[in-house]
């Protein structure tokens, strides 16, 4: 577990995919605040204790983390990303002090690591708050961070921390079972990823027909140990008409 985290939350007017902010709310297990506006949130940010910010969760970063972005592009802040496709994993802004050093505020993705709604974690870890309505943003911002720390705090002490849950798997897998691990370079992953391309499969045209449905066990391995099979493009064909 974390020896210290934070956790965060945005409430917007306008709904899941809203653009006016109405309220942030910020809770450190010990002491809780409010801010209404991104400005007087990041300004928090930078002048809070180190610990505040070595590990701020927000759940669906995606979503809180398009107002800290825009904050950091309007006054040429440093950030870092880490992604997964679209998604938002990771924010880490650089901010230089007064004595010239560097304070990094590092902005994780708990939805990463608990992929469940946050009315869930009530029911999933035993907490004694329930998810509020929308009739009162402020009430919902605190009831969220108590939710969403005290969660991720059972989460922790349970099972561990990582970015992400796969990330989190493959370390107890390895604290569990003492088989090697090997790591591949990057010339061999592209070649490997070449072989992740599947066919399309889809239905264009939906109608009642007469069919038999077939099901054969295992016949992508009994195809690849007992079959001739292509592993690469031996000729293109371009087909005009």
């Known amino acids: 577990m974390p020896e210290f985290f934070s956790v965060a939350d945005c409430e917007t007017l306008d709904g899941l995919h809203g653009q006016k ?27 809070t204790e180190k610990k505040n910010v070595k590990k701020l969760y927000f759940h669906n970063l995606s979503f809180d983390g398009r107002f800290i972005l825009q904050y950091c592009m309007q006054h040429n802040i440093n950030v870092k990303i880490i992604t997964r496709g679209s998604d938002l994993l990771k924010l880490q802004i650089n901010i230089k002090t007064k004595k010239g050093q560097y304070k990094h505020i590092n902005i ?12 869930k974690f009530p029911e999933v870890f035993g907490l004694a708050y329930e998810k509020q309505s929308l009739d009162d943003l402020n009430k919902r911002v605190y009831y969220d961070c108590l939710i969403l720390y005290h969660g991720l705090q059972k989460f922790f002490n349970t099972v561990g921390c990582a970015l992400t849950i ?3 798997a493959l370390l107890k897998w390895q604290q569990t079972y003492n088989y090697p691990f090997f790591n591949i370079n990057y010339e061999d992953e592209n070649e490997f990823r070449l072989g992740y391309f599947g066919g399309r499969t889809e239905i264009f045209k939906i109608q009642k027909v007469n069919l038999n449905v077939y099901d054969i066990n295992s016949l992508y391995p009994f195809v690849m140990r007992n079959c001739i099979y292509p592993i690469k493009y031996q000729k293109v064909v371009n087909i005009t008409n």
């Open 108 to 119: 994780y993705d708990s939805f990463a690591l608990i992929p469940l709604p946050l009315s």
């Open 166 to 168: 796969s990330r989190l």
């Open 21 to 47: 902010l109405a309220v942030i709310g910020f809770y450190n297990g010990n002491n809780y605040y409010t801010f209404k506006n991104i400005t007087d949130f990041m300004q928090f940010l930078f002048k």
